[in-house]
Antibody
C-alpha cells in the first residue's frame, strides 16, 4: 500500500533553514507528482509547491517563491522540501502528499512539526 | 490566486441529521474542486474530487455538487465520526484551500 513517511520534528532559529524529507513506498515513484502542504497551529491548509520527480521540475506558490525549494531523489524515492529564512510564523505541520486525479491529494505523509523559536 | 470561501465557519448539527456545507470560489474553477475531512491530530482525508466523485472508500452518505463558483458538500445522515473540520480545495489554478467549516454537535 502507498506510504509516505516523513522525517521527524525540527526546532529552528529564526533566519535559519529547514529541510524535511518524505519517503514514498508502495508506489511507482516516477509516475506521480508530489506536493507540500502546511498547516499552522489551529489554522487551515496551505499549498506550498509541488514536483514531478521524473522531470525534476518544481512549481511553487507565489507566497513562498524564493524561500522554498522542492527536490526529489528518484533512486531513494524521496521528496524534499527546504524552507529558508525561517520566521516565527513558519511554525506549522508540514505535510507531503501524492498528487492524484489531476491535482488533488489522496495520500498524505504523517506530517512534520517545524517549530521556529528563538 | 483563486480564493475559496467556506460557509458557515461552524455548523452545529445532531447525529442522524443532514449537513450542507458550502464553498464559493472567487472565479470559476469549472468542476475542479475537492473536499477533505480532517479530525483533530489526523491528516486530511480526501472525500470528493472533481466536485462530485467520491474517493476510494468514502461512504455514500457523502456527496458533492456544483460547478463554476458554487459548490456543496452534503452529508445525508450524520454519523458520530463525521464531526470534524471540512476543507474545499480547487485545482483550477495553483491549488488553494478554503478556510474550513467545523462540523460540531
Amino acid at each position: 500500500q502507498v506510504q509516505l513517511v516523513q522525517s521527524g520534528a525540527e526546532v529552528k532559529k529564526p533566519g535559519s533553514s529547514v529541510k524535511v524529507s518524505c519517503k514514498a513506498s508502495g508506489v511507482t515513484f516516477r509516475s506521480y507528482a508530489f506536493s507540500w502542504v502546511r498547516q499552522a497551529p489551529g489554522q487551515g491548509l496551505e499549498w506550498m509547491g509541488g514536483i514531478i520527480p521524473r522531470f525534476a521540475t518544481a512549481n511553487y506558490a507565489q507566497k513562498f517563491q524564493g524561500r522554498v525549494t522542492i527536490t526529489a531523489n528518484e533512486s531513494a524515492t524521496t521528496v524534499y522540501m527546504e524552507l529558508s529564512s525561517l520566521r516565527f510564523e513558519d511554525t506549522a505541520i508540514y505535510y507531503c502528499a501524492r498528487v492524484d486525479h489531476g491535482y488533488y491529494f489522496h495520500y498524505w505523509g504523517q506530517g512534520t512539526l517545524v517549530t521556529v523559536s528563538s | 490566486e483563486i480564493v475559496l470561501t467556506q460557509s458557515p465557519a461552524t455548523l452545529s448539527v445532531s447525529p442522524g441529521e443532514r449537513a450542507t456545507l458550502s464553498c464559493r470560489a472567487s472565479q470559476s474553477v469549472n468542476s475542479y474542486l475537492a473536499w477533505y475531512q480532517q479530525k483533530p491530530g489526523q491528516v486530511p482525508r480526501l472525500l470528493i474530487y472533481d466536485a462530485s466523485n467520491r474517493a476510494t472508500g468514502i461512504p455514500a452518505r457523502f456527496s458533492g455538487s456544483g460547478s463554476g463558483t458554487d459548490f456543496t458538500l452534503t452529508i445525508s445522515s450524520l454519523e458520530p465520526e463525521d464531526f470534524a473540520v471540512y476543507y474545499c480545495q480547487q485545482r483550477g489554478n495553483w491549488p488553494t484551500f478554503g478556510q474550513g467549516t467545523r462540523l460540531e454537535i
